[in-house]
């Protein structure tokens, strides 16, 4: 998986809990991405880096906060957790431009 | 805006079969197109892509996928299909003017039957 870890893999939080996930990258890649999978729609952007300290909200970035404060993690953050959160996060990170993305194994949050 | 169309929710075909999975897109901007492959509890891993040059690009497990620019699709198709092809596909698109973002279909199901 091009050196990608998320942790952690599985994590059931209640209803307005913070929760972290991280992704934490081997490959020195500039680009890093937090998408959210669902079944009917596929997967969709939460927000992305393009280098430390540098981010940009996706389309479903509502509810969510990320940081980057080195080139190989990069953290998602669900303030005060909800159950539309429930889903499947993948982290991926890409090198060049507009190449490809590589991606994690995924973290499976249930939020109760 | 981008926007990703996969057509087949889920395609069923027998083994040895010949198979399509259907991807069109819409981008006022030219695009970079992808094809992953998602096999259960893992994540996404790349098939084949189109950045440049011919437009028909190929995996190295038989896969093949076509750009047609006029139609704006991006069709993925294999000719004989194996029990081991059976899995999720997304097809991403990239647009030139968002710096490295990927947009993604709703994924076909693919389901191989002996």
């Known amino acids: 998986d091009a050196g990608i870890t998320q942790s952690p893999r599985h994590k059931v939080t209640e209803t307005g809990t913070p929760v972290t996930l991280r992704c934490h990258q081997t490959e020195n890649h500039r680009y890093m991405y937090w998408y959210r999978q669902d079944p009917g729609h596929g997967l969709r952007l939460i927000h992305y880096s393009y280098g430390v300290k540098d981010t940009d909200k996706g389309e479903v970035s509502d509810g969510y906060s990320v940081s980057r404060s080195k080139t190989e993690d990069f953290l998602l953050t669900l303030e005060s957790a909800t159950s539309s959160q429930t889903s499947v996060y993948f982290c991926a990170i890409g090198d060049s431009m507009n190449t490809e993305a590589f991606f994690g194994q995924g973290t499976r949050l249930t939020v109760v | 805006a981008q926007s990703v169309t996969q057509l087949d929710s889920q395609v069923p075909v027998f083994e040895e079969a010949p198979v399509e999975l259907r991807c069109n897109y819409s981008s006022s901007v030219s695009v970079y197109l992808f094809w992953y492959v998602q096999y259960p509890n893992q994540g996404l891993q790349l098939l084949l892509k189109?950045?440049?040059?011919?437009?028909l690009v190929e995996s190295i497990n038989g896969f093949e996928a076509e750009f047609n620019k006029s139609q704006t699709s991006f069709h993925l198709r294999k000719p004989s299909v194996h029990i081991s092809d059976t899995a999720e596909y997304f097809c991403?698109?990239?647009?030139?003017?968002?710096?490295?973002?990927?947009?993604f279909g709703t994924g076909t199901s693919l389901t191989v039957i002996p």
């Open positions: 189109y950045l440049s040059g011919s437009t």
């Open positions: 991403a698109v990239s647009p030139s003017n968002t710096g490295n973002q990927f947009y």
